[in-house]
């Protein structure tokens, strides 16, 4: 992963997982286990930036493509670029709070399930935050 190109979002914009239909590929299906297994470890512990990414990614553990497979490579990527990101909280600055949240209802082809998610920061660090189907 030391060549690994730059990425600044834990999925490309717009990417959508779907399901895959045919049989098992249990060769693909045991790695792609062990990489999604060893990133909700991550997330839950450490990368909690990655949660709406692998949780998406996670639903297909039972049958995933080639392409499930590349985008968890592409969360790995992600973690590799942000590697030196870290939160911040600015003593100096005036006590301030921020709160966003965002929903979307139709934008799982497979399932139309609702995602939301939101996020509260106080001086310019957020310190809450949720995703979620």
């Known amino acids: 992963m030391e060549n690994a190109k730059p ?3 834990s999925l490309p914009t717009g990417y959508y997982p779907t399901k ?9 299906q045991n790695h792609f286990q062990k990489v999604i297994g060893s990133l909700l470890y991550l997330m839950l512990g450490t990368q909690p930036d990655i949660s709406f990414a692998v949780t998406q990614l996670a639903h297909y553990i039972a049958n995933p493509s080639q392409d499930h497979l590349n985008r968890v490579y592409y969360i790995c990527n992600y973690l590799v670029s942000t590697q ?7 003593g100096d600055s005036k006590l301030r709070v921020y709160a966003c949240i965002d929903s979307n209802w139709t ?13 509260v920061m106080i001086t310019r660090g957020v310190f809450s935050w949720v995703s979620k189907t």
Do not use: F, R
Request: glycine share 6%; net charge positive.
């Open 84 to 90: 030196n990101y870290a939160l911040v909280y600015k």
């Open 7 to 9: 990425i600044l979002t």
């Open 107 to 119: 934008s799982n082809p497979d399932n139309h399930k609702l995602q939301i998610g939101y996020y």
């Open 20 to 28: 895959t239909s045919g049989l098992v590929n249990t060769a693909l």
